[in-house]
């Protein structure tokens, strides 16, 4: 099989690892890719991913068997639907699918159908109905962006005044937004790899969405994440299939528009118990790179068959009994304004307990690693549990040399303490 990976991020990254760990891919090309994935695989031309055009003359230059297509941009924008009307067999959801991700009030409306537990919402296009809905819902405030925002268009905020700011701001480009109510406990993610009927799901993790420790700042992309969750509650994973991602699959397929790829499942496990907080519409960063460091069962296996329709004839996933944890070196400035161009030094060879997958990477004029976005690297460690994953991500983490580099040192703490606690 010859599998190629469409992004440059570190979940595109550690996809491309696990692939050319499955003996059944004999080439792994990334599209446009970073300087860490050239390291290990090709790396083709690629000036905009979600150019559905240009998608699919680099999947046919490269004669993929398996394109996978990581960033929500590009599925959105329908990019799988040209590669599969080009004769690719492609892994992430059609553009219509898609909007599971790209609409949060079309998530809603699905899961209002599918009768999913999820936080009471309210979709607002002005501001006398955001003032409305944040008078329904009462603090803690949750405003969500209702379009694509990167993972930074969610405020949480005590503050009327500043959930009033965050929706006068997607008004003001155009959008809508969703208030939410605030739901409580830890927050959980679960991947759900399917075929459009059939639901693999894959080992829970946790993420880290807040720029500081002890999850103080504004939203980012994740700055952090570990797996597996030695706190969950006992059946986790099958009640979020059966009680949520296998209506909302069943849900999609019902309206005609069959969501196969992976479904990303964001959850809060409250006091009444797991609730959706929000889906994704393909593999999350940083929780990919986690939970494929588990992985063991072949990976370019398990996406072909889900691309293909064949999910049913997959055995058992297979998983290591190791921990892992991930930690972002994110670029001075971030989330804001990130600051780039500068040289990154202490980046190791990698090995099989601790490596390094790079992001906002990029080669200046004389060969030299430099920053080139908000989050640069992420440090993954495997241990024998969570404090010894730890330990060799930070390792990893405190001999990188970033001007103004800026990462969490909490990431999986408290779960290594055991002080997360289901309400």
Same mark, same amino acid.
């Given at each position: 099989?010859?599998?190629?990976?469409?992004?440059?991020?570190?979940?595109?990254?550690?996809?491309?690892?696990?692939?050319?760990?499955?003996?059944?891919? =004999?080439?792994?090309?990334?599209?446009?890719?970073?300087?860490?994935?050239?390291?290990?695989?090709?790396?083709?031309?690629?000036?905009? !991913?979600?150019? %559905?055009?240009?998608? !699919?003359?680099?999947?046919?230059?490269?004669?993929?068997?398996?394109?996978?297509?990581?960033?929500?941009?590009?599925?959105?924008?329908?990019?799988?639907?040209?590669?599969?009307?080009?004769?690719?067999?492609?892994?992430?959801?059609?553009?219509?699918?898609?909007?599971?991700?790209?609409?949060?009030?079309?998530?809603?409306?699905?899961?209002?159908?599918?009768?999913?537990?999820?936080? %009471?919402?309210?979709?607002?296009?002005?501001?006398?109905?955001?003032?409305?809905?944040?008078?329904?819902?009462?603090?803690?405030?949750?405003?969500?962006?209702?379009?694509?925002?990167?993972?930074?268009?969610?405020? !949480?905020?005590?503050?009327?005044?500043?959930?009033?700011?965050?929706?006068?701001?997607?008004?003001?480009?155009?959008?809508?937004?969703?208030?939410?109510?605030?739901?409580?406990?830890?927050?959980?993610?679960?991947?759900?790899?399917?075929?459009?009927?059939?639901?693999?799901?894959?080992?829970?993790?946790?993420?880290?969405?807040?720029?500081?420790?002890?999850?103080?700042?504004?939203?980012?992309?994740?700055? #952090?994440?570990?797996?597996?969750?030695?706190?969950?509650?006992?059946?986790?994973?099958?009640?979020?299939?059966?009680?949520?991602?296998?209506?909302?699959?069943?849900?999609?397929?019902?309206?005609?528009?069959?969501?196969?790829?992976?479904?990303?499942?964001?959850?809060?496990?409250?006091?009444?118990?797991?609730?959706?907080?929000?889906?994704?519409?393909?593999?999350?960063?940083?929780?990919?790179?986690?939970?494929?460091? %588990?992985?063991?069962?072949?990976? #370019?296996?398990?996406?072909?068959?889900?691309?293909?329709?064949?999910?049913?004839?997959?055995?058992?996933?297979?998983?290591?009994?190791?921990?892992?944890? =991930?930690? !972002?070196?994110?670029?001075?400035?971030?989330?804001?304004?990130?600051?780039?161009?500068?040289?990154?030094?202490?980046?190791?060879?990698?090995?099989?307990?601790?490596?390094?997958?790079?992001? #906002?990477?990029?080669?200046?004029?004389?060969?030299?690693?430099?920053?080139?976005?908000? %989050?640069?690297?992420?440090?993954?460690?495997?241990?024998?549990?969570?404090?010894?994953?730890?330990?060799?991500?930070?390792?990893?983490?405190?001999?990188? #040399?970033?001007?103004?580099?800026?990462?969490?040192?909490?990431?999986?703490?408290?779960?290594?303490?055991?002080?997360?606690?289901?309400?």
């Amino acid at each position: 099989m010859r599998a190629l990976v469409i992004g440059s991020g570190a979940r595109e990254h550690a996809i491309v690892h696990g692939l050319l760990a499955d003996s059944s891919v =004999t080439a792994v090309a990334a599209a446009p890719g970073n300087p860490g994935i050239a390291a290990e695989a090709e790396c083709l031309p690629l000036g905009d !991913v979600s150019d %559905r055009a240009a998608v !699919v003359e680099v999947a046919r230059g490269f004669a993929a068997d398996l394109v996978i297509v990581g960033p929500e941009a590009p599925l959105v924008a329908g990019v799988s639907d040209a590669l599969r009307e080009a004769g690719f067999t492609a892994f992430g959801p059609s553009g219509q699918a898609a909007q599971l991700e790209g609409s949060k009030a079309f998530a809603k409306d699905v899961m209002a159908a599918a009768d999913v537990p999820t936080a %009471r919402s309210y979709v607002a296009t002005d501001p006398d109905e955001a003032r409305e809905a944040l008078d329904a819902t009462g603090a803690p405030y949750v405003v969500k962006d209702d379009g694509l925002a990167a993972g930074k268009g969610v405020v !949480v905020t005590e503050s009327v005044d500043e959930a009033m700011k965050h929706a006068l701001s997607c008004f003001a480009s155009g959008g809508s937004v969703v208030v939410e109510e605030y739901l409580d406990g830890p927050e959980v993610s679960i991947f759900c790899v399917t075929d459009g009927e059939v639901i693999v799901p894959l080992a829970p993790s946790q993420d880290f969405k807040r720029i500081g420790d002890g999850d103080e700042g504004p939203n980012t992309g994740g700055m #952090g994440a570990y797996s597996p969750l030695p706190w969950a509650p006992e059946g986790l994973v099958d009640e979020v299939v059966r009680r949520i991602a296998q209506p909302t699959i069943d849900e999609m397929r019902r309206r005609g528009t069959p969501f196969a790829g992976v479904l990303y499942v964001g959850l809060a496990l409250t006091s009444a118990g797991p609730r959706v907080i929000e889906f994704n519409a393909r593999f999350g960063d940083p929780e990919t790179q986690v939970v494929l460091a %588990r992985l063991q069962t072949p990976l #370019g296996a398990l996406l072909h068959a889900a691309a293909s329709g064949e999910l049913d004839q997959q055995p058992p996933l297979v998983w290591r009994d190791d921990s892992a944890v =991930t930690v !972002v070196v994110a670029s001075e400035g971030y989330p804001q304004t990130p600051r780039t161009g500068d040289e990154i030094t202490g980046v190791p060879e990698t090995a099989d307990d601790r490596y390094v997958l790079h992001a #906002g990477t990029a080669r200046d004029a004389d060969g030299t690693l430099v920053s080139a976005g908000g %989050r640069v690297l992420s440090a993954v460690g495997v241990g024998v549990d969570l404090a010894a994953a730890r330990a060799a991500a930070y390792g990893l983490v405190d001999g990188i #040399g970033l001007r103004g580099s800026q990462h969490r040192r909490d990431i999986a703490q408290a779960a290594a303490e055991g002080g997360v606690a289901v309400p």
